[in-house]
């Protein structure tokens, strides 16, 4: 199982997403996909406390730690690969978390409109 070719949503090369938390169906900081990955983490969220708050809502707890998994637990400000259909349901609800467009998998785009992932984008003002 090895990741899909790893380029972003722009056509560039996928740039990392987050290695602390390590995130990524691989866990190898990556928001890389591959046909085993049901959910299609691909989007790279940069997490807010309005989006956790909605992920934890409808069932997604990514704020509480669970040691057990190695994991803290995630808080405004950190980067994590989303399933592109949560990202999608999200906006939807008007709480979209940011997105790191250039760490952002191109098969999100299977999923989520480019136009969508551009309205969302972390790096704009």
Request: hydrophobic share 35%.
């Amino acid at each position: 199982m090895k990741p899909d070719d790893s380029v972003n949503v722009l056509g560039d090369a996928l740039a990392p997403c987050s290695t602390d938390p390590v995130t990524g169906f691989f866990r190898d900081g990556h928001c890389n996909t591959c046909d085993e990955d049901q959910g299609s983490h691909t989007v790279c969220a940069v997490m807010t406390a309005e989006f956790l708050a909605y992920s934890k809502y409808v069932g997604n707890d990514l704020s509480t730690p669970r040691p057990e998994f190695g994991f803290d637990g995630l808080k405004a400000g950190d980067q994590w690969c989303l399933c592109a259909a949560r990202f999608l349901q999200a906006h939807d609800e008007g709480c979209a978390p940011k997105v790191n467009l250039a760490a952002t998998h191109q098969r999100a785009l299977e999923i989520v409109s480019l136009e969508i992932l551009q309205q969302n984008n972390a790096h704009m003002h």
